[in-house]
Nanobody
Framework: VQLVESGGGLVQPGGSLRLSCTAS????????MSWYHQAAGKERELVAE???????YYVDSVKGRFTISRENAANTVYLQMNRLKPDESGVYYC????????WGQGTQVTVAS
């Protein structure tokens, strides 16, 4: 099983990024997919998740700004992040959960002017 995140980078406050996570080696459509954020020196925290039936959940701080979606045909989950804030800098990880939980290696997001 492999999860590969991409799409991170440097963006100004108020800007947007779209993260992608492509999975291989698992029946993707069965898996509950999540995005987590880990700021420097802090614990990893859930940002958003999407079920196999595309039910979604967001933490309050990102509601209305972030959108999680999935494309099962491409084994990919996305996180569209709008109106980014400096404290949302850090590493973003995707996770796949069903009978086991798998993690990607993370992608760095830096929100700074």
């Amino acid at each position: 099983v492999q999860l590969v995140e991409s799409g991170g980078g440097l963006v100004q406050p108020g800007g947007s990024l779209r993260l992608s996570c492509t999975a291989s080696g698992l029946p993707f459509n069965l898996y509950h997919m999540s995005w987590y954020h880990q700021a420097a020196g802090k614990e990893r925290e859930l940002v958003a998740e999407i079920s196999g039936t595309e039910d979604t959940y967001y933490v309050d701080s990102v509601k209305g700004r972030f959108t999680i979606s999935r494309e099962n045909a491409a084994n990919t989950v996305y996180l569209q992040m709008n109106r980014l804030k400096p404290d949302e800098s850090g590493v973003y990880y995707c996770a796949a959960r069903y009978d086991s939980t798998y993690w990607g290696q993370g992608t760095q997001v830096t929100v700074a002017s």
